[in-house]
């Protein structure tokens, strides 16, 4: 590789082991053990951002040293020696400057450190100030500012007498000496010449609009700055390029989905008109619009890809059947995948019953449908007698041909992997795609998962509903629980009461629920009927449990997270959600709405186990604030973290190392605009202005963008 002068941009992903030459000290074993964390190129080192920062930039005299603080000081070498004391031998150095001296001591690594220092050496020290036999400083970080006669420039100082970067270690990278100390030492000449290392990924006029740093000085600055003001400016310019690649992304692909010839539905007529005749209640001024806003993209040439929002009880449901009618009035199919088998089971339930007298076909296929049964409803799928296909991830298998898949609706869409949705959508010839999630996102978190949807809200609940009161118990006040459930249960009322089941610990969740059911069933409700249901049960035994206690066979269910969605009981206005602390936000979330559905007054018991986490805390109180899913969502965000919040891998966008979207939502949308309006005006990205964008995109994004580009 060429020397450190001659370096070009078109070498940053130069493997390690390829650049000895350049990064002095680093060789096969260090390169190895630098793999293992992620750097495996020139590039991956030079965004190998710091932990944290120490300031050591005020360098003090030594007479105005304080015991217990932590300090820089600069002084000359007057002695050293290994000292032999009673426990073990020493290495002490002896710096003085104008005021005074001190003792720089070390009891480690002292055949290394003996050999480092001359007497009149100029020395930079910095570490805890402390007093015996006269001031001391032990095992402190050090730079030798001169030696034999020749002073460094300060800008030279890398480990001292400046902000001084710590950087995140394994113990086998600190066994190989490359702790922050040594990562400092090979990133430091990298730095020197970083101008000729990377050229810039934006174009001039976004910088300065944006007043953003250029790249090499925002690199250069992330890992040696100047002062901590600009290590701030330095991180921004760096989170700015992720979320302007991120959204460049989604603008492509908005731009492609907007090209693309779909299929033009008809006009929402025969069968649309008599289902929504049907409903018992009028739709909401929400609905109505959301619907609308689907007609017009269904009805157009190009392909839709909608995104509907709405929080539990919204309503959902009935627009995405409004929708699979209107792809059947045009003779196409309409298939619904949902990700769990006990979703798929409800949404067929609730379909079925509205389509049957309708005269349209609807089948449910899941891996629990077997043998004949599953050949059957293949054969229908095929042939096209079944025109409202629902099911989970079994839609997706190969085996499964559609005659004319003209609609896809994905719910709960985040918990399908990019892959996943793409298989449905394949099935047939640029179908129109609708997907749809009840966990309301916050816009920051929208723009960057689902930024290339067109996106619909319905962001009302359906009128007369009542906002349901939630409160919080410790699990030592059952019997004050039970005996206002007893109440609920006397006006008629029905009651869910639900246990948590964790994968890690699901055999203990389940008998844990069972248990609990056996002892309300026989020594605290022995008068009520009392039904059990989680997840191990047959699918059509689970269907007949449901069936049974929305029709009020059952007073309460007792239930694992299987009720979390699907289940539609207007009667039931009591959950008692048993170990809250255990679940997410936006589970409990879930799981309450699964109250609050009829026209009488609901109420959501949290019991939880002291003594709590103060996420657990948070979590909780939150619930008991505050009712809107959205405004959940957002403290969700902020509580878990964007990596966990969704699984935002699965959508196939770049991971984000140096932004986060609550923290930078300012500088996110400022991203979103610049990358929306470049692809706009510019979608090849041939302007001149742009070719630093094409570039940068093609090598590091390209790949990315095939997976998003699917999504």
Not at 513 to 519: F, G, I, N, P, W
């Amino acid at each position: 590789m060429s020397s450190p002068a001659t370096v070009s941009h078109t070498h940053p992903k130069t493997k390690l082991e390829d650049s000895v030459q350049y990064l002095k000290g680093i060789g096969p074993e260090k390169a190895k053990a630098l793999n293992s964390v992620g750097i495996e190129t020139i590039e991956d080192l030079l965004y190998y951002i710091p932990r944290r920062y120490l300031d050591r930039s005020t360098i003090l005299p030594i007479n105005k040293l304080k015991v217990g603080s932590t300090a820089t000081v600069i002084g000359r070498v007057e002695s050293f020696g290994i000292k032999r004391g009673r426990r073990r031998p020493q290495f002490q150095v002896i710096i003085r400057d104008e005021t005074g001296f001190m003792y720089l001591i070390w009891f480690q690594k002292l055949k290394y450190i003996k050999n480092l220092f001359e007497e009149n050496d100029l020395v930079v020290a910095s570490g805890e100030v402390r007093l015996f036999g006269g001031l001391q400083m032990i095992h402190p970080e050090f730079e030798i500012v001169s030696k034999s006669g020749v002073e460094k420039d300060e800008e030279e100082l890398i480990h001292t007498g400046r902000i001084i970067p710590l950087y995140p270690s394994t113990a086998e990278l600190k066994k190989l000496w490359l702790d922050s100390r040594g990562l400092r030492r090979v990133l430091k000449p990298l730095l020197d010449n970083v101008s000729n290392l990377v050229t810039e990924t934006l174009p001039q006029n976004v910088i300065s609009d944006s007043d953003l740093l250029s790249l090499p000085k925002a690199l250069k600055n992330i890992h040696f700055p100047e002062d901590l003001q600009v290590t701030n400016l330095a991180r921004s310019r760096l989170a700015f390029d992720e979320l302007f690649y991120l959204e460049l992304m989604l603008a492509l692909r908005k731009k492609k989905i907007h090209r693309e010839e779909g299929i033009a539905f008809q006009k929402p007529g025969n069968l649309v008109r008599p289902a929504l005749k049907m409903l018992p209640f009028e739709l909401t001024s929400a609905q109505k619009k959301v619907l609308r806003e689907i007609a017009a993209d269904m009805m157009s040439k190009t392909s839709m890809h909608r995104l509907l929002q709405g929080d539990v009880g919204s309503g959902k449901t009935i627009v995405a059947l409004v929708a699979m009618l209107m792809a059947v009035e045009s003779g196409y199919q309409s298939a619904l995948m949902a990700p769990t088998e006990i979703l798929a089971e409800q949404h067929y339930i609730t379909i079925h019953q509205m389509l049957e007298s309708l005269g349209v076909e609807t089948v449910l296929l899941t891996s629990s449908v077997v043998g004949s049964e599953r050949k059957s409803i293949l054969e229908d799928i095929a042939r096209g007698t079944a025109k409202v296909i629902i099911g989970t991830h079994a839609l997706i298998q190969k085996k499964v041909d559609f005659f004319k898949l003209g609609l896809v609706v994905i719910d709960e869409q985040h918990r399908f992997g990019v892959m996943q949705r793409a298989k449905l959508k394949q099935k047939g010839s640029s179908p129109d795609v609708l997907v749809m999630t009840a966990t309301p996102i916050p816009r920051s978190l929208a723009l960057t998962l689902y930024g290339d949807l067109d996106v619909s809200v319905i962001d009302s609940l359906p009128p007369g509903r009542k906002t349901i009161k939630t409160y919080l118990y410790s699990g030592n006040s059952k019997s004050k629980i039970y005996e206002f459930l007893e109440k609920e249960l006397q006006k008629g009322h029905q009651a869910y009461i639900v246990y948590p089941l964790v994968e890690e610990s699901e055999k203990a969740d389940l008998k844990a629920a069972t248990q609990s059911h056996e002892l309300l069933k026989k020594e605290i409700f022995p008068h009520r009927r009392l039904a059990l249901l989680h997840g191990r049960i047959r699918s059509k035994d689970r269907e007949s449990i449901m069936q049974a206690f929305r029709h009020g066979d059952y007073d309460i269910l007792v239930a694992t997270t299987v009720v979390e969605v699907g289940v539609d009981v207007p009667n039931a206005t009591v959950m008692i959600i048993e170990h809250a602390e255990r679940f997410g936000l936006s589970q409990l979330h879930q799981l309450r709405g699964r109250i609050g559905r009829g026209e009488d007054q609901s109420f959501c018991l949290l019991v939880a186990d002291p003594p709590l986490s103060e996420e657990a805390q948070k979590r909780l109180k939150a619930m008991c604030s505050t009712t809107d899913g959205f405004k959940i969502s957002e403290m969700d965000l902020k509580l878990r973290g964007p990596g966990e919040f969704f699984g935002t891998r699965q959508h196939g966008l770049p991971e984000l190392k140096i932004a986060d979207i609550v923290t930078d939502a300012s500088l996110l949308y400022q991203a979103r605009n610049w990358a929306f309006r470049i692809i706009e005006e510019d979608p090849n990205l041939v302007q001149k202005e742009n070719l630093c964008i094409r570039s940068n995109f093609v090598r590091k994004y390209k790949r990315r963008f095939s997976l998003v580009d699917i999504g």
